[in-house]
């Protein structure tokens, strides 16, 4: 064998071999290198899509929650403001009620130092009468006596 016709058949075999390879064995490969690196931007880009949806969520999330907080806010404050409404209204009506139980007491002081006085008058005018009957001794008749009593009670 000559090396030249040797080396002319395994090149030829080699070729035949590399036109195989590339018509039937590369083709498969290429196609599933491409869709296997086509999966893995797909990923990426899921992934990086994910976390813009994280992202937005938890902005979401933070503005929801302020937005409860103020709405807490507002609310203890409204009760807060209802309470004191709740304590005013209280205070006003204790003062009203203790005013009203302060005047019915003056009138009711009022109509029983009224009623003392009438009592002293009748009293001092009785006894006025008697002191009289004892300085002039004498007995007065029943209507002058009332008639006296009657008059000493209104000067008095």
């Not at 035949?16 to 390879?21: A, E, I, R």
């Not at 203890?76 to 409404?85: K, S, T, V």
Request: net charge negative; charged share 30%.
């Amino acid at each position: 064998m000559n090396i030249n016709a040797t080396l002319i058949g395994q090149s030829i075999a080699f070729l035949f071999f590399v036109w195989f390879c590339m018509k039937y064995v590369w083709p498969p490969l290429t196609g599933m290198l491409d869709e296997r690196q086509q999966k893995i931007a797909d990923g990426l880009a899921a992934a990086d899509k994910a976390e813009k949806d994280l992202a937005s969520a938890n902005k979401q999330v933070a503005e929801l929650l302020k937005e409860a907080r103020a709405e807490a806010r507002g609310i203890i404050e409204q009760a807060n403001r209802r309470a004191g409404q709740i304590v005013e209204e209280s205070k006003t009506q204790a003062r009203e009620e203790g005013d009203r139980l302060k005047a019915a007491a003056m009138a009711e002081i009022t109509q029983e130092t009224n009623r003392a006085r009438e009592a002293l008058r009748a009293q001092v005018a009785t006894l006025a009468v008697a002191g009289a009957e004892r300085i002039l001794g004498e007995h007065l008749d029943e209507a002058a006596n009332s008639r006296l009593i009657d008059d000493l009670a209104a000067e008095l």
